[in-house]
């Protein structure tokens, strides 16, 4: 099992012109507002300030690129649903993220984050639509799930699984804690290995 051992910030991109010229394959980590993305980023590297927390909704407002390991890139994405916003601001960000998840030939998977503690919401299901018809592999994680029972965890994975059931590119639904940080190994054991699958069907197809 691989671990972070290195994170480093890259830069803040407001325009796709701005984003990395690098090879690096990259996950991008999506959600709504206020769902704990930036809690996770640093749970997974195992730092307190790589990724900004804060109490206000809607404060990512560019694609923040970090260097994870020197191997991958990791890409946190502004929260949507944001209502606080104005409409200039909401029509903005949802471009950069839709330009960034649609066109990046780095992209290997979309971690998208959702609160365990609802229901998935309208934007959200229209999320998982339109990572699908961009032909995109994500996983969605299920944030927070310290704040409910195991067994309200449970019902809420087994909704997500059939409401993603004939998605080809959900290649896992993974419940999440920062507080516990139980299930970290296995994101990142999906994110190796989507980050690693092209090179791996790269080597398959060279020996054929």
């Not at 999320?127 to 799930?145: D, Q």
């Not at 507080?179 to 989507?194: F, Q």
């Amino acid at each position: 099992m691989i671990d972070i051992l290195h994170a480093d910030f890259v830069l803040g991109a407001t325009q796709p012109v701005h984003f990395p010229k690098s090879a690096l394959p990259e996950i991008a980590f999506i959600g709504r507002s206020n769902v704990g993305k930036s809690s996770l980023l640093n749970s997974i590297v195992r730092r307190k300030n790589l990724a900004h927390v804060s109490g206000t909704p809607g404060k990512t407002q560019q694609i923040n690129f970090f260097t994870i390991n020197g191997i991958w890139m990791f890409a946190d994405l502004p929260g949507f649903g944001y209502a606080k916003a104005s409409k200039q601001e909401r029509k903005q960000w949802a471009g950069l993220a839709d330009a960034y998840l649609k066109k990046r030939e780095q992209l290997r998977l979309v971690c998208f984050l959702m609160d365990s503690r609802h229901d998935p919401s309208n934007p959200e299901l229209a999320m998982i639509e339109e990572l699908e018809l961009a032909g995109r592999r994500f996983a969605i994680i299920l944030t927070k799930k310290d704040k409910i029972s195991a067994k309200a965890a449970a019902e809420r994975e087994a909704q997500l699984r059939e409401v993603t059931q004939f998605c080809e590119g959900c290649v896992e639904i993974l419940p999440y804690s920062v507080v516990t940080n139980d299930t970290r190994p296995n994101l990142l054991a999906i994110i190796k290995r989507e980050a690693n699958a092209i090179v791996v069907n790269e080597q398959k197809n060279n020996e054929q």
